[in-house]
């Protein structure tokens, strides 16, 4: 099949060989100023169709020309919200690992968070009542843990305390609990997670360090200056003993695309479409960044259900849910402060930092969001 490319190449050839075979006047009957400005609507016209057949956008500030670059935004998928406890299809099992596979991942988790093999009391392929992610739920009197049941990858496992013999003098100091920190993510984390996480949140679960008996930890993975939340690794632990309360692992990959859309062209886009959803809202403040988001159904919902998305009715009584890809791509985030005297109203949008498109949102300020994570008073990770 031909590429975009291939087929401009030979439009252009042809456009060539017609210019040097017949006489100019046949074929172009008019004035030398407006034989140029026929030839270029004559391109621009196919460019467009070609566009437009093949899902395509030109980006205009790329340095490299007549480079094309594929959309990745498509509509939201709508379905119902399911019963956790009805059973997948029979095509759904045939996507999951066994019941035994399950089993033997069930008993690594365990080995991983330095626990020995346990008796197995339930084990329940299901599907999560959001995400409609099929999961492998496996309890044991030492813990609960939750496999991802496409891959076995492990997305959780919960240790009650009863497993641990809690030591009287468990206090310690929020500089000693940063370095256990450090050194429980070196031992815990498997060669896929390798690479550098940064330390974005570190709080515990009493109101003194002397008090607390358990510690959590959020890492977030690093790509240069950029951190993304979508890889996670979170740890929960009791300490002096250094037992692990809690470990839960997100593993969503950034795709690590290009930047190819300036600042000033994401503000114009998301400005765009912003006068086509809020036509009486006057902006009052604008502020972008990039970041590392995973596309979402936010806009979507923002676009098309207006009222009912301002009034936060999704998620709740009509069983009904929207779902994107879980696709996680550097963005600008474009967040915009209304002009509104009754209330304050803040969206930001997420633009697509190589196609230009808007792949999902938020209705928060999410610099804001950022700044209060940081300026926490119980967190200690900075």
Same mark, same amino acid.
């Given at each position: 099949m031909k590429t975009d490319e291939v087929y401009l190449q030979e439009i252009y050839k042809k456009q060539e060989q017609v210019m040097n075979t017949k006489k100019k006047? #046949?074929?172009?009957? *008019?004035?030398?100023?407006?034989?140029?400005?026929?030839?270029?609507?004559?391109?621009?016209?196919?460019?467009?169709?070609?566009?437009?057949?093949?899902?395509?956008?030109?980006?205009?500030?790329?340095?490299?020309?007549?480079?094309?670059?594929?959309?990745?935004?498509?509509?939201?998928?709508?379905?119902?919200?399911?019963?956790?406890?009805?059973?997948?299809?029979?095509?759904?099992?045939?996507?999951?690992?066994?019941?035994?596979?399950?089993?033997?991942?069930?008993?690594?988790?365990?080995?991983?968070?330095?626990?020995?093999?346990?008796?197995?009391?339930?084990?329940?392929?299901?599907?999560?009542?959001?995400?409609?992610?099929?999961?492998?739920?496996?309890?044991?009197?030492?813990?609960?843990i939750i496999l991802d049941a496409k891959t076995g990858e492990l997305k959780s496992v919960q240790v009650p305390t009863w497993n641990y013999c809690i030591p009287y003098h468990y206090g310690i100091t929020r500089q000693e609990a940063k370095k256990v920190a450090r050194e429980l993510l070196e031992k815990l984390r498997t060669e896929e997670e390798e690479g550098e996480y940064e330390l974005v949140k570190l709080t515990r679960n009493m109101e003194t360090d002397e008090a607390s008996y358990i510690w959590y930890a959020q890492f977030y993975k690093k790509y240069g200056e950029l951190s993304n939340p979508y890889e996670e690794i979170y740890i929960g632990w009791i300490p002096t003993i250094n037992g692990i309360y809690t470990l839960n692992i997100k593993k969503g990959k950034y795709e690590n695309n290009p930047e190819k859309i300036t600042k000033e062209k994401a503000i114009e886009i998301a400005k765009q479409k912003d006068q086509q959803i809020e036509p009486n809202q006057d902006i009052k403040k604008i502020?972008?960044?990039?970041?590392?988001?995973?596309?979402?159904?936010?806009?979507?919902?923002?676009?098309?259900?207006?009222?009912?998305?301002?009034?936060?009715?999704?998620?709740?009584?009509?069983? *009904?849910?929207?779902?994107?890809?879980?696709?996680?791509?550097?963005?600008?985030?474009?967040?915009?402060?209304? #002009?509104?005297?009754?209330?304050?109203?803040?969206?930001?949008?997420?633009? #697509?930092?190589?196609? /230009?498109?808007? *792949?999902? /949102?938020?209705?928060?300020?999410?610099?804001?969001?950022?700044?209060?994570?940081?300026? #926490?008073?119980?967190?200690?990770?900075?």
């Open positions: 006047d #046949d074929f172009y009957p *008019i004035k030398k100023k407006e034989k140029k400005w026929s030839f270029i609507k004559l391109v621009a016209t196919f460019v467009l169709t070609i566009g437009i057949t093949f899902g395509i956008v030109y980006a205009t500030n790329i340095n490299k020309k007549n480079e094309l670059v594929e959309k990745i935004w498509k509509e939201p998928k709508q379905y119902e919200l399911g019963n956790q406890k009805v059973p997948l299809t029979e095509e759904e099992k045939t996507k999951c690992i066994s019941e035994e596979e399950a089993r033997m991942e069930g008993d690594k988790a365990l080995e991983r968070i330095g626990l020995e093999k346990d008796e197995i009391l339930s084990i329940r392929l299901e599907k999560d009542y959001f995400s409609q992610k099929n999961e492998w739920h496996i309890g044991s009197n030492k813990a609960s502020e972008a960044e990039i970041r590392i988001e995973q596309m979402n159904e936010e806009i979507y919902l923002r676009e098309n259900f207006k009222e009912k998305y301002d009034r936060h009715e999704f998620n709740k009584f009509d069983g *009904i849910q929207y779902q994107t890809e879980e696709r996680v791509r550097k963005v600008w985030c474009v967040a915009l402060e209304y #002009d509104n005297m009754e209330k304050e109203e803040k969206y930001t949008y997420f633009v #697509d930092c190589t196609t /230009g498109e808007i *792949i999902g /949102g938020s209705r928060w300020n999410v610099f804001e969001n950022e700044k209060i994570m940081k300026e #926490d008073p119980y967190n200690f990770a900075l």
